[in-house]
């Protein structure tokens, strides 16, 4: 009797612990968290490679170009522009550069305001552009793109703007320049509607700041004592250790734009590194044959200008071996005009001419390869920085 009385009691605790099970089950699944792990991971330590990419490695870049009474102010400018943007980002621009404006017609051009100080930005916040990551980190992800954009004309001032002026420079242009470029492209503006394709910031980042630092160098005028001082770079070594800083960042800026830890991720960076290389060695074999001797400028130079030249979006190719021949090809035809307007016009320009050469590879880049391959590539890196060569005469050269 006893046993029966436990075997019927078991029976209706084994159902109850079932049926909870399966209600605990049911309601796990409807709240399944949509957040992904190894994505939020990835994007975490893309932002971090990025950040990187300016601080130091960007700082280090001019840094060893300049004369070495600048080098101070060269690395103070990529600092304060750090600090500055990433205020300026969490107050007003990822509002107005990913938010949606109310407007429908606004909308077109510029970002919504409902995102002033992050207010509406939760813990468990996702962004509807990147589904799998917690919206805090796709806004940290851009923000150093916001950094590292307008950084990059730091090159074509160096020597030739105040550090305050730097700053408003900085400030005014993120928010009337790169904000609402970002939002026409990413953040469903009218380019990104009319079909525009920008993997990695080809237009938003590379095209926008080289062009910037290009229209910066003709408003200033050539630096004061160009052609009678010696401005030859005073420290190679940090131009080197900051080229190779950005060269690991390259994988967190292209395979980061994947904004997940998958398919894409892996092939952008493998791209990333065939390109990078591909474009160092045409540069130096170019160097080789008119100049009779490579140099590390020349290498770091092709590097700064064709960093990202394979970072085409990966899931517009359909083989793998398509994507890796592209990345080498599109390091080798992006580097080659480059390196040629760099030779042929550095001696009739009195100021710093990567941004031309940036210009000129970018159109190189954007039409006639990418329509062979219907792809985009991502675009190449603008850095304007001070002259390279040494316009003193030989005399004082030597002494």
């Known amino acids: 009797m006893k046993f029966e009385h436990l075997k019927k009691a078991g029976l209706a ?16 699944a409807a709240t ?8 939020t991971a990835w994007m975490i330590t893309s932002s971090a490679l990025v950040l990187m990419m300016t601080i130091p490695g960007l700082g280090l870049f001019y840094g060893g170009m300049v004369r070495k009474k ?42 919504g305001f409902g995102y002033l100080f992050l207010k509406p930005m939760t813990l468990t916040s996702v962004s509807s552009l990147a589904g799998t990551i917690p919206e805090s980190v796709y806004m940290f992800f851009q923000m150093t793109f916001a950094i590292i954009t307008p950084a990059l004309i730091a090159g074509a001032l160096a020597d030739r703007m105040k550090f305050s002026a730097f700053l408003w420079f900085m400030a005014l242009w993120l928010l009337f320049v790169y904000c609402p470029i970002a939002h026409w492209v990413w953040g469903g503006g009218w380019l990104g509607t009319a ?48 080229a190779s800083l950005l060269w690991v960042g390259w994988f967190g800026f292209n395979a980061g734009s994947a904004v997940t830890a998958g398919y894409n991720a892996g092939m952008a960076a493998a791209a990333t590194q065939i390109a990078t290389a591909a474009a160092a060695l045409a540069w130096m074999f170019a160097e080789w044959l008119i100049a009779k001797k490579p140099s590390v400028l020349g290498m770091i130079s092709a590097f700064s200008v064709m960093g990202q030249a394979g970072a085409a979006d990966p899931s517009k190719l359909s083989a793998a071996i398509g994507h890796v021949l592209n990345a080498t090809a599109g390091g080798l035809i992006v580097a080659i005009p480059a390196f040629i307007f760099y030779y042929l016009l550095r001696n009739h320009i009195s100021h710093r001419i990567h941004d031309l050469s940036v210009a000129v590879a970018d159109l190189f880049r954007k039409f006639p390869y990418s329509q062979l391959t219907d792809v985009e590539f991502a675009g190449g890196e603008s850095y304007a920085a001070a002259p390279t ?9 030597q002494a």
């Open 195 to 242: 079909g525009a394709m920008d993997y990695a910031g080809g237009s938003v980042v590379h095209l926008n700041a080289g062009t910037a630092a290009l229209v910066t160098c003709l408003v200033l005028g050539k630096r004061k004592g160009l052609g009678t001082e010696n401005m030859s770079p005073h420290n190679l070594v940090l131009s080197v250790i900051g």
């Open 32 to 39: 399944k968290d949509p957040l992904n792990p190894g994505d």
């Open 70 to 111: 600048n080098v101070l102010a060269t690395l103070a400018q990529s600092f304060g522009a750090t600090a500055l943007i990433t205020v300026l980002w969490m107050v007003i621009g990822y509002s107005i550069a990913f938010t949606p404006n109310p407007d429908a017609n606004m909308n077109n051009w510029i970002g």
């Open 389 to 397: 060569w040494n316009p003193a005469p030989k005399a004082e050269q």
């Open 13 to 28: 605790t084994a159902a109850g612990l079932g049926t909870l099970a399966l209600t605990a089950g049911a309601a796990f």
